[in-house]
């Protein structure tokens, strides 16, 4: 997660030794959100750190810093000041485009996780392959990334785990063993399964293929 934002990392320690010794007692003096930041940060990192977890936190340990700058002011530097300032603060673009880079790539191709658009195009062809609210189904790769139920308000009752890029371990099983797992998901209640990158060809009877999907019925 720093990686991530080194623009804004760079940012800070640029302004706090140009501040000097007043800047950074400046900074101290704003210990109490220093700390809360400090603290929920290091209780997280006991358990699970995502970033969603920590967000706010990073948040108020960068306002503790930013409100403590406190750059020299005098007729010499101050037009020198102005263009470090902009160069500075533009600094955290560079993640910003990164990210929004890093978002795009997978959007505009067919990549081996399904992006936003694919999950939305999932929700709505299960819809008009005649699904409805509620209607549950099942999930070949890994569940944790089935945003195409929450979107169709399907539930998810059952998952071959396969973590392996193209789901290799399940398509790599005998034709008869996944009869075995198809039969397996239809006693649990499921309508529909769920696999995402499946194998250019040798595909079971009955299901259908998406440009980045495939979805087949089992009831």
Do not use: C
Request: glycine fraction near 10%; charge should be positive.
């Amino acid at each position: 997660m720093l990686l991530g934002q080194l623009g804004l990392i760079v940012g800070w320690f640029v302004f706090i030794s140009w501040g000097g010794a007043q800047t950074r007692k400046a900074i101290v003096s704003q210990w109490p959100l220093i700390a809360a930041a400090g603290m929920s940060i290091g209780v997280y990192s006991l358990v699970l750190v995502r970033p969603r977890y920590v967000g706010a936190f990073v948040v108020v340990l960068s306002i503790a810093v930013l409100i403590g700058i406190r750059l020299p002011k005098n007729e010499e530097t101050s037009g020198f000041s102005k263009y470090v300032t902009a160069a500075v603060m533009a600094t955290p673009l560079f993640s910003v485009l990164a990210h929004l880079a890093q978002t795009a790539y997978p959007t505009m191709t067919v990549d081996g996780f399904p992006a936003a658009k694919d999950r939305m195009e999932a929700a709505v062809g299960l819809q008009s392959m005649g699904l409805h609210a509620g209607d549950q189904g099942a999930v070949i790769g890994d569940g944790m990334t089935a945003v195409w139920a929450r979107l169709g308000r399907f539930k998810v009752v059952s998952e071959i785990y396969s973590p392996a890029a193209g789901n290799r371990q399940f398509w790599s099983e005998s034709p008869e063993r996944r009869s075995v797992a198809y039969e397996y998901l239809r006693r649990r209640g499921a309508k529909m399964v769920v696999v995402w990158s499946p194998p250019e060809s040798g595909l079971d009877p009955g299901w259908k293929q998406f440009p980045t999907r495939v979805i087949t019925f089992i009831s």
